[in-house]
């Protein structure tokens, strides 16, 4: 597939990162670093680089836009918002919040997390967002793990998922709730945000953090075991606002729209961090995917940036070329990408229908920001990832003989890995310091991820190295949904894949043994779909599932997931040396 070439539009400022090769020549960290606006001292708080800062020159710019379920816009200014979260942690200090602690965010994208989260960092405590679609399940781990000591949440998902769990969880002191309808009685046990906020000091100054503090958590899966929660630091704020000059091109003025849900990385590394940093207008939009209504708010909130997921493109691409041609796109500059790959077809696509090409761009929630991408002044070859970010080293690299890890030649497959030392990089997997360390070797950071670079350096995934199931962009461990379904009385064996889906990317598909005394059937088929449903939320769940005789192992007794995937899709079995019987 032919390169697209890009051409420079009238009417829309130059791009940012004019020419790779010089921007990477002439890149530091250091010259990043220069131009935040830091604490007396040297300190470096991302709340303050995304709020406080802009206040004396854009104090009455609308920094979040949000359109509420209802229909209506809820906007607050950046002084609104430097109030709201001075607020937040005054409260968060008044309740004896230490700093350092770990605050849960549990809300759908309304105004109160963004505070939340802000307000948090301000606070010098750290920020962990939860997807509100997780079901009690992955809740209580990473609430567990992360030792919560304040959950911010609604009255309904309180009761819904978190009261039940609240015995269990020793560490969390207070859960903060925002009131859905005026009045509503609340759960005994939870404090009313509103009227705390209301109380505390809109003046409370920005703790004096270090560059090195820890300020967000963010949990991943892995093949094994439970959720991995890796920490980041404030300094991660340099890479948030670089990557959002040079990758997503910001300029002064931008309507910035992301996606994603701050229940995941992207939706807090650019859609809170980066897009402030840069003085922008967040739109926030609280209502779930819906094609056309997303194409009229592009043009009604007259987005200039988008950043999205290759599963939205895709169900974007099933409502046609024509649906796009009736909305008036023109002030879109810049579209890009994230989270999965993105097909050759989508970016072709793209050009034709929107018209603008998709950029798509590569991290995972480890690097805490972009690493990878296609930038805007650069031709894009569908299907790649495009070109590491000036100031990162990536490479593809194999293990050899002598255990140390050796790039492989030029158009090779092998690991990706980068080189340790950018500032969004995670400090630790909390509680985990050993798996931590095992993601180091011959000083690279390897990501798990198999792919290749191209003679001009371009990169090209080429799929996970492990078991990880990506569904709609959501990472989620095989692990954590096979202990669900064993707890089930007549499940014996629980091996989980991910299926290759054309709009999700994959689908997670269980199997399951019986234990037995029970018999198969579709009763019992639907009622074990329905457990882990309830048990883990509608995007971990298994959306299929079937029951088999017996689960393949490996002699040393593991489920060979990638034997069950093969057979799924009638590929190669591959090495079956280590099965334990034929
Ligand atoms: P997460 O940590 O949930 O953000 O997931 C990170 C993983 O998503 C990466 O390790 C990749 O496997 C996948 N991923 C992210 N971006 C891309 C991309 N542009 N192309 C292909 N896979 C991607």
């Given at each position: 597939m032919e390169a697209i070439e890009k051409r420079h539009e009238p009417g829309h400022p130059s791009p940012n990162l004019r020419d790779y090769d010089d921007a990477c020549a002439r890149f530091s960290w250091a010259a990043a670093r220069a131009l935040m606006a830091q604490l007396p001292g040297g300190g470096l708080n991302i709340c303050f680089e995304a709020v406080d800062r802009h206040v004396p020159l854009l104090g009455e710019h609308v920094a979040l836009r949000c359109l509420t379920r209802q229909g209506t816009r809820r906007e607050l200014t950046y002084r609104e918002l430097a109030a709201q979260t001075s607020r937040f942690a005054d409260v968060l200090a008044r309740l004896g919040v230490a700093k350092g602690a770990r605050v849960f965010g549990l809300m759908g994208r309304i105004p109160e997390l963004y505070v939340a989260a802000l307000g948090t960092l301000k606070r010098g405590a750290v920020f962990c967002p939860l997807f509100s679609?997780?079901?009690?399940e992955p809740l209580f781990s990473r609430l567990s793990i992360g030792d919560g000591a304040v959950l911010v949440t609604t009255p309904s998902l309180y009761r819904k998922k978190v009261a039940g769990l609240r015995e269990r969880l020793p560490a969390l002191q207070h859960v903060l709730l925002v009131r859905e309808t005026p009045g509503e009685e609340l759960p005994p046990g939870t404090l009313e945000l509103e009227a705390l906020l209301r109380a505390a000091s809109p003046d409370r100054p920005v703790e004096p953090t270090r560059p090195e503090d820890p300020a967000l958590l963010h949990f991943t899966s892995g093949t094994t075991g439970k959720p991995k929660g890796a920490l980041h630091c404030h300094r991660a704020v340099v890479q948030h606002h670089v990557t959002g000059a040079l990758a997503l091109d910001f300029h002064p003025a931008d309507v910035f729209w992301c996606t994603a849900d701050p229940g995941w990385v992207t939706g807090t590394s650019y859609g809170i961090i980066s897009p402030l940093t840069h003085g922008l207008t967040v739109l926030v939009d609280e209502n779930e995917f819906d094609g056309e209504r997303w194409y009229r708010q592009l043009e009604e909130e007259r987005v200039t940036v988008w950043y999205t997921a290759p599963t939205a493109v895709r169900m974007l691409m099933r409502l046609g070329d024509e649906l796009p041609r009736r909305f008036d796109l023109s002030r879109l500059r810049f579209i890009a990408s994230v989270g999965e790959p993105l097909n050759p077809e989508a970016v072709q696509w793209s050009v034709r229908a929107l018209p603008h090409a998709i950029h798509d761009n590569w991290w995972q929630t480890e690097t805490g920001g972009i690493m990878i991408a296609n930038f805007r002044a650069m031709p894009i070859k569908p299907g790649s990832m495009g070109k590491p970010l000036p100031g990162i080293r990536a490479g593809v690299v194999e293990k050899q003989a002598n255990g140390e890890y050796a790039q492989v030649p030029t158009g090779a497959v092998g690991e990706l890995a980068l080189r340790p030392g950018w500032p969004a990089m995670f400090a630790t997997y909390l509680h985990e310091e050993e798996r931590y360390r095992r993601c180091f070797a011959s000083d690279w950071y390897l990501t798990g991820d198999l792919a290749r670079v191209d003679a001009d350096g371009y990169f090209w995934f080429v799929g996970r190295g492990d078991d990880v199931i990506k569904s709609s962009g959501h990472l989620i461990g095989p692990f954590e949904v096979e202990s669900v379904l064993l707890e089930h009385p007549a499940v014996a064996e629980a091996g989980v894949i991910g299926k290759p889906d054309p709009v999700a990317g994959e689908l997670v598909k269980a199997f399951v043994s019986l234990k037995p005394g029970f018999a198969e059937g579709e009763a019992l088929r639907a009622e074990l779909l329905a457990h882990a449903r309830k048990r883990?939320?509608?995007?971990?769940?298994?959306k299929e599932l079937a029951i088999v005789a017996s689960l393949p192992r490996t002699r040393s007794g593991k489920i060979m997931r990638r034997l069950l995937k093969a057979r799924e899709l009638g590929l190669p079995e591959g090495d079956l040396s280590t099965l334990e019987a034929p």
């Open positions: 679609a997780f079901g009690p883990l939320g509608a995007v971990v769940a298994p």
